[in-house]
């Protein structure tokens, strides 16, 4: 087993400067930003270029593909380094805080053991949100709340079923919005709502397990990010889809399919996924065998995927669609 006792990590509330208010962005499907037009009930008509195989793309996306960056930018993030403590009080709860006590890894996989404490007059929800481990997103969804007066240990696990899941080895950078709110008023002010990380192996040693966006079927790479095909499989009359995501933004971003369409019918399985700032993230878009069989279809009988797809600024839903086209890919 494999443990370390952390420095004790202070991130206090910030009632002034930090603060925010409102609950935090909801991932449900977004209305149409402006000037944009609702999807269309029938997918278009694939044109030449797009009914191409995607691992077949022309000369003009690879190139542009080529002069993409490998290097994601650096988010802004308060680090947390393993020397030293970082302090930040608040005038009116100096005694509010939430502390690392407890990191490491065993045989159930990675895990930090926290510290809570709520010396003010209100109910606290904690929440981890946007949370990445090198560089992946890899979401425990915690959320833990504390009564006035309460202080408490917790642990957050990632168990190795979604570390493996999220394609995560070694945790060497774990990253992260912490939110702290008061529980029986979302729409009060945040007791502290910042972005976070740290480096468990120290920053020398972190490294990113993001995907290589060319090592596949590249559906689209652009400036803001990229999809990518990794593989399409059979399992149990169920049709997989697995796809790499990029985001290369400093915002979070929603990218999303709807009436997608299989050998050039509506069969749409609902597709939408939320990438934090400068990450990546492996999806699963499925087709199950009672959805394939309304049209005669079996996973087998799949040959060709038309997805509208749509990237948009999730903190931002009137900003214009980053993309916004049909992409058809060919399954050989």
């Known amino acids: 087993m494999k443990k370390k006792a952390l420095y004790a990590l202070i991130l206090a509330l910030m009632m002034t400067g930090c603060g ?7 991932t449900a499907a977004p209305a149409p930003a402006s000037g944009a037009e609702s ?34 930018p650096v988010i802004p993030a308060e680090e947390i380094e393993l020397d030293d403590d970082v302090e930040a009080e608040s005038d009116e709860y100096p005694d509010v805080s939430f ?20 010396e003010s007059d209100r109910s606290i ?32 696990f ?50 990113s397990d993001r995907g290589d966006v060319l090592d596949g079927d590249v559906l689209f790479n652009r400036d803001f990010g990229s999809m990518t095909v990794v593989d399409t499989e059979e399992e149990d009359g169920v049709l997989l889809m ?9 915002k979070s971003l929603a990218f999303s399919a709807n009436n997608v369409a299989v050998n ?28 394939l069989a309304e049209y005669d279809l079996t996973a087998g009988d799949v040959t060709q ?8 600024d999730q903190g931002d839903l009137n900003a214009d669609f980053l993309l916004e086209e049909t992409i058809s890919y060919r399954i050989d």
């Open 20 to 26: 925010s208010k409102g609950k935090t962005a909801s």
């Open 39 to 72: 999807a269309a009930a029938a997918v278009p008509e694939p044109t030449e270029e797009a009914a191409v195989p995607a691992q077949n793309l022309s000369e003009a996306a690879e190139s542009e593909a080529e002069t993409v960056p490998d290097e994601l």
């Open 99 to 118: 502390t690392v006590k407890e990191y490491g890894t065993d045989e159930d996989g990675f895990y930090m053991t926290v510290e809570l404490e709520n």
């Open 125 to 156: 929800s904690w929440q981890l949100l946007q949370v990445s481990l090198n560089d992946l997103m890899c979401d425990p969804y915690w959320e833990y709340i504390t009564d006035p007066g309460e202080e408490t240990e917790t642990t957050i």
């Open 158 to 207: 990632w168990f190795n079923d979604l570390l493996e899941e999220s394609h995560v080895g070694d945790v060497t950078k774990v990253q992260f919005d912490l939110v702290a709110a008061d529980a029986e008023d979302w729409e009060a002010e945040y007791f502290i709502n910042g972005r976070y990380v740290f480096y468990p192996e120290g920053k020398d040693a972190s490294r």
């Open 242 to 250: 697995t796809v790499y995501l990029e985001n290369r933004t400093e």
């Open 264 to 291: 050039g019918y509506i069969c749409d399985p609902y597709w939408m996924e939320e990438i934090g700032p400068g990450s990546g993230a492996y999806s699963v878009l499925a087709w199950d065998e009672d959805m």
């Open 305 to 312: 995927i038309d997805l509208p797809l749509r990237v948009f």
